[in-house]
Each structure stands twice: as structure tokens, then as C-alpha cells.
């Protein structure tokens, strides 16, 4: 039986780049050199669902966490988080080491340290502002909600796994952290 146990979790578009907003995959299909770099270390992998596609389906807007941090949001993270969270306990209980969690940076849902904020999106995209909206954009030092709602969970069920996150506008410095907890 040719097993290791080792392990890593994943945010859903960093294996599959179509589950994104169109227009925002910044990788075809999928981040090549994550796969390569976990492939050539032996590992298994875990693909945590897309929450934003779950909820809001494949041809959804662009939205930030202003937008996503709501009861129904955050509830509707929960339940697609609760098999995934049980599953992880078994592995540990059964001696697989998962050696971390990847977010996706800056993602309304799946930030770990950063995410995107405003106080304007909401409303019809045909309003005379639509331009003041998109430049009160910010990208802020807080989780996106997906991921707030995952660390409540560990933190309930006592499973201690990092969460790291992968920028896509720095693969070569996510990798070498990443590379650090494999």
C-alpha cells in the first residue's frame, strides 16, 4: 500500500480557475505550479467547494465582502463547510498530517489576510456612479468570509491546521510559503 498520509487543502478555483468570476482567473484551468510543486512532493489534496459558485452560480457578479458578510451568506458557508470540516477530523484521528489550508488572497470569500471591501457595490450596474463605486474598491487586512467561517469551525471542532494564503499576483513568493509547511 503505497500511502504517505500527507495532505494539503485547497481553495476550489486554485484547482479549477473556471469555478471563478469571469474575467478574474488569472491561470488556465489551474495554478500549474501549485499542482507541480505538491505532485513532486507527494501529496494528496482536499478541494474545498467554491462558496460563491454554491450560492450564486457560475454566471455571478463580481462582489466584495460587504456584500457577502450576511446571515444567509455566512450560514449557507457553514453548511458546505461542515462535511469537509468532519472529514478533515477524520483524517487527523487517522493519522494523516494535513499540513495546511490555501485561501485564495484578496478573494471576497476565500482571503486569508487580505480581502476586497466597499461600502458602495450594491444596486443596479447601469447607475450614473458605477465608476465612484469601482474606485472605492479596497483591499483590507481582514479574511473573506468562506475562510472566517472555516476558522470558527476549526476552532469549535479544536483542529489546529494553518491557513495560508496564495496571492495570485505573487506565485513565486506564495509557493516558498507554502513550501514551508510541506
Known amino acids: 500500500m503505497n500511502r504517505n498520509k500527507k495532505m494539503i487543502v485547497l481553495s476550489h478555483c486554485l484547482i479549477n480557475s473556471n469555478a471563478k468570476v469571469e474575467g478574474l482567473a488569472t491561470y488556465c484551468g489551474m495554478s500549474e505550479k501549485l499542482v507541480k510543486l505538491l505532485l513532486h512532493n507527494d501529496y494528496g489534496l482536499i478541494q474545498l467547494?467554491?462558496?460563491?459558485?454554491?450560492?450564486?452560480?457560475?454566471?455571478?457578479?463580481?462582489?466584495?465582502?460587504?456584500?457577502f458578510d450576511n446571515y444567509h451568506y455566512?450560514?449557507?458557508c457553514e453548511i458546505i463547510l461542515k462535511k469537509y470540516i468532519l472529514q478533515l477530523e477524520n483524517y487527523i484521528k487517522n493519522g494523516y498530517e494535513i499540513s495546511c489550508i490555501v485561501?485564495?488572497?484578496?478573494?471576497?470569500?476565500?482571503?486569508?489576510?487580505?480581502?476586497c471591501k466597499s461600502n458602495c457595490w450594491g444596486g443596479t450596474l447601469n447607475k450614473k456612479n458605477f465608476k465612484k463605486d469601482i474606485d472605492n474598491l479596497q483591499i483590507v487586512e481582514?479574511?473573506?468570509?468562506?475562510?472566517?467561517?472555516?476558522?470558527?469551525?476549526?476552532?469549535?471542532?479544536?483542529?489546529?491546521?494553518?491557513?495560508?494564503?496564495?496571492?495570485?499576483?505573487?506565485?513565486?513568493?506564495?509557493l516558498k510559503i507554502i513550501e514551508k509547511y510541506i
Open 49 to 67: 467547494p467554491c462558496p460563491e459558485l454554491e450560492v450564486y452560480g457560475i454566471k455571478r457578479w463580481g462582489h466584495v465582502k460587504d456584500q
Open 74 to 76: 455566512r450560514n449557507q
Open 103 to 115: 485561501g485564495v488572497e484578496n478573494s471576497p470569500s476565500c482571503g486569508v489576510n487580505k480581502t
Open 142 to 174: 481582514e479574511s473573506g468570509v468562506f475562510i472566517e467561517e472555516l476558522k470558527k469551525l476549526l476552532n469549535k471542532r479544536k483542529i489546529n491546521i494553518p491557513i495560508v494564503a496564495f496571492d495570485e499576483q505573487n506565485i513565486e513568493k506564495s
